[in-house]
């Protein structure tokens, strides 16, 4: 039995990065920061952050471009793949990504909106969760 499956939440660390395959499907591109917090043998706190290389076709890239910015807050879920290639120079070039399956979108910035003037304006917040199934997995190449 196998299994690659990812699960991260993070901040932005760029504007995602939309682009079309020649095929016209979307994809779309930006690293993620993950914080790992800790005490060290002497009692000090620790931080440790790790980034990834973040990569949504379909709709979810749509999604993504539309409502994430550089220090967004998000969930994704998807699948570890290492790219190679030889660039210009001939040499052999490699990059691991997470392909994205599965988005929550975090919550919005302070600041960004204005508040409510009454309570009958008060409506619940709309924060879309986009599936796998909404996506045709086929164009994902995997």
């Known amino acids: 039995m196998n299994l690659n499956k990812v ?43 790790e980034f990834h290389n973040i990569v949504l076709f379909g709709r979810l890239a749509e999604i993504a471009s539309q409502y994430l910015t550089k220090g967004s807050l998000a969930f994704f879920e998807g699948g570890i793949r290492t790219r190679s290639w030889q660039d210009s120079s001939g040499n052999k070039r ?3 990504e997470v392909v994205v399956q599965r988005l929550q979108l975090g919550p919005k910035p302070v600041g960004k909106t204005t ?7 008060v409506k619940e917040e709309e924060i879309p969760i986009i ?12």
Do not use: C, H
């Open 131 to 142: 599936e796998e199934e909404q996506i045709n997995v086929k164009d994902i190449p995997f």
């Open 94 to 96: 490699y990059r691991t």
């Open 7 to 49: 699960f991260l939440i993070g901040r932005l660390t760029r504007n995602p990065e939309m682009k079309m395959l020649p095929s016209g499907q979307p994809v779309a591109n930006f690293g993620l920061a993950t914080d790992r917090y800790y005490t060290d043998k002497s009692g000090q706190k620790q931080q440790q952050t």
């Open 115 to 121: 508040p409510p003037q009454s309570p009958k304006e």
